[in-house]
């Protein structure tokens, strides 16, 4: 595969996603709207009792109260500072000198929380396999045809097992389990000591998709703390269906079955690939890192992000892409302010299954630099925020190994944010500008440069998505003879079908060689 390096400073620079452009999303396809510019409506919170909002039919410069007892009227509003071009509106709305004064308004008396989610590791080998089976039994990681939806936690049993000893291998080359946790408490304890010093008193909670501490039981503590006001924090730079999604699919869920939540008013930050600080903060990484080179300016830097499925992009309208090439463009536009000026290229890791994931693949894309004769290659987990699996075992020795094997010379890793404080700073902002939208509704803007995901409740993010959901299109849709892609891809389903049969009959039966070789005890 022909992966071509990238050099800021020609004239084929990186593709800029520039997200008007139809042919980077088509309009007919985006899971989300996205937000609003500059030049629009924008509402801000002017009072303890009163909501931010947007609405598209309001006059321009016009402010909406929201009060308990419904709409006030229209009042003008002007925006004296202009906003920064690589600040979301929604997300950053307010500038430093104004955040202090628009933090206090809205907060008065309320209790603030912050809920950061994150995908959860486990944290001893012997969490491995249930860890496993809870990623494998979510319908978003997972996509079973509606007629075998009954089938989702056998097989997610199923494939837990089978790849559990594997997995254990790789988890007991990084010390034994997902530092993933500790990671995750010690930035809440950090993004709450900051908005404590930006004037802000909150409650920072750490919610888990599939290990402990999950969702569920933050919620719970959350509930226990009587906070009123919540503002969602995915600790995931971009939005995908499979990362941030599943996570807000949970988080509805849990909400419309709880009076309490249902009354407590809360904002979803979706994704903050573009926040100022973000940028900067990795820029500044990735140039120390550099300076770890003999010769840093013929480096070159390989962003490597979690791939997700080609058809969650194009067919179920993931941002993803968009919004990761986006972050990739800004990142490099910080770095050439500062002359840093090399090559750069983006792949997509940690693919699993038969169907075809984003291209291009990171251990393919390595093994091409090397034949083009790189020599000098700094990897920048682009999409992780913490160290975990993909970083410590997948980047830091399957794709060095391959890296060396492939000709290239010296490697570099550029280490995930964690706690470093440009970015832990950037987020109490993020959490500050969100307050004011605390129970307002997300808005869109199909012509702006923004991100493709606004800002806005739950419900809200998950509306367009939720009324059109249905199982994905397959990969293949029409069947080709020969040694092809649809034939493997057929083959593959034919195959998935088998192992289905088989697994039902193991499990009805409680017999067979799964059973016989122990693979399945707890079907017994």
Not at 298 to 306: E, M
């Amino acid at each position: 595969m022909n992966q071509s390096i990238q050099n800021p400073s020609s004239s084929s620079t990186f593709p800029r996603p520039c997200l008007s452009s139809a042919s980077r999303i088509p309009k007919s396809s985006l899971l989300f709207p996205r937000a609003i510019s500059t030049s629009q409506k924008i509402c801000r919170c002017i009072g303890v009792h009163m909501e931010g909002c947007a609405n598209f039919n309001l006059p321009k410069n016009s402010v909406v109260a929201k009060y308990s007892s419904g709409w006030s009227e229209i009042q003008p509003l002007n925006l004296k500072q202009p906003l920064n071009k690589y600040s979301l509106p929604l997300r950053a709305l307010l500038t430093s000198k104004t955040q202090d004064v628009s933090s206090k308004l809205i907060v008065g008396d309320e209790k603030i929380g912050v809920l950061l989610l994150n995908l959860g590791g486990p944290e001893t080998l012997e969490d491995v396999q249930p860890f496993l089976f809870n990623l494998f039994a979510d319908p978003d990681i997972i996509r079973l045809p509606r007629p075998f939806r009954f089938l989702q936690k056998p097989l997610a049993q199923f494939i837990s097992v089978l790849r559990a000893p594997k997995s254990k291998e790789g988890y007991a080359s990084i010390g034994g389990g997902s530092p993933l946790r500790r990671i995750t408490d010690a930035q809440a304890e950090e993004l709450k000591k900051s908005l404590c010093e930006k004037n802000v008193p909150a409650e920072v909670y750490v919610g888990m998709r599939y290990w402990h501490p999950f969702t569920e039981e933050a919620i719970e503590q959350i509930k226990r703390d009587g906070i009123t006001k919540l503002v969602v924090l995915p600790l995931y730079p971009q939005f995908s269906i499979s990362t941030s999604g599943s996570s807000l699919r949970l988080l509805e869920s849990i909400f419309r079955e709880d009076e309490y939540l249902v009354n407590m008013q809360h904002t979803v930050i979706p994704s903050w690939y573009q926040r100022e600080g973000y940028i900067k903060a990795m820029a500044n990484l990735i140039e120390k890192e550099l300076q770890k080179f003999d010769n840093p300016g013929k480096v070159v830097i390989f962003f490597s992000a979690h791939g997700v499925p080609l058809a969650y992009v194009e067919e179920a309208g993931d941002p993803y892409k968009a919004e990761m090439e986006e972050c990739v463009d800004l990142i490099i536009e910080e770095l050439e302010k500062r002359k840093i000026n090399n090559a750069y290229t983006l792949a997509y890791q940690s693919r699993v299954g038969p169907v075809e994931w984003l291209k291009p693949y990171t251990d393919e894309t390595i093994i091409d630099l090397g034949k083009k004769g790189v020599k000098n290659l700094l990897a920048v987990p682009i999409s992780f925020v913490s160290e975990h699996i993909e970083t410590l075992e997948e980047i830091d020795v399957e794709y060095k190994e391959l890296a060396l094997k492939s000709g290239i010379e010296k490697w570099g890793r550029v280490p995930a944010l964690g706690c470093e404080p440009t970015f832990i700073s950037d987020l109490a902002d993020a959490v500050i500008e969100s307050l004011p939208y605390v129970g307002a509704m997300a808005v869109s803007n199909l012509e702006a440069r923004q991100s493709l995901v606004p800002l806005g409740s739950v419900e809200e993010l998950l509306a367009v998505y939720d009324s059109q959901r249905r199982e994905l299109p397959p990969p293949v849709t029409v069947w080709e003879w020969g040694w092809t892609k649809s034939a493997e891809t057929w083959n593959g389903r034919a195959a998935m079908l088998a192992v289905l049969v088989l697994l039902v009959l193991e499990v009805t039966t409680g017999e067979g060689f799964l059973h016989q070789w122990g693979i399945l005890p707890l079907f017994r």
